[in-house]
């Protein structure tokens, strides 16, 4: 089992940034590929982006690259995601998860553990 506990949500205006963590425990971090997938009200949750267990492949959404940063300390065992020049449409809760055979980082049902979220507010 992998635990994952978000951190870092909140209200933001509109074109700030927030940066949110993701603290792992349990099995050993290294061994997983890290994703950051987000859902809003009435909405499917979808990817957001996703980082190699080495930390040296990276993938984005469209909707967040060129804003968004994902990254990884595996001495911490903590992902993150700096999300830069938000957006109303950023409105979410955010999730973290863990895939430990993931073959295509932008599939939801390739990630086996899943944090509780954590939200997301843009005010415009």
């Known amino acids: 089992q992998v635990q994952l506990i978000e951190s870092g949500g909140g209200l933001v205006q509109a074109g700030g940034s927030a940066r949110l963590s993701c603290a792992a425990s349990g099995r050993t971090f290294s061994n997983y590929v890290m994703g950051w997938f987000r859902q809003a009200p009435g909405k499917e949750r979808e990817f957001v982006a996703a980082?190699?267990?080495?930390?040296?492949?990276?993938y984005y959404a469209d909707s967040v690259k060129g804003r968004f940063t994902i990254s990884r300390d595996n001495a911490k065992t903590t992902v993150y995601l700096q999300m830069n020049s938000l957006k109303s449409e950023d409105t979410a809760v955010y999730y973290c998860?863990?895939?430990?055979?993931?073959?295509?980082?932008?599939?939801?049902?390739?990630?086996?553990?899943w944090g509780p979220g954590t939200q997301v507010t843009v005010s415009s």
């Open positions: 998860a863990a895939g430990g055979k993931v073959s295509v980082m932008k599939i939801l049902r390739q990630y086996d553990f």
């Open positions: 980082i190699s267990r080495s930390g040296d492949i990276v």
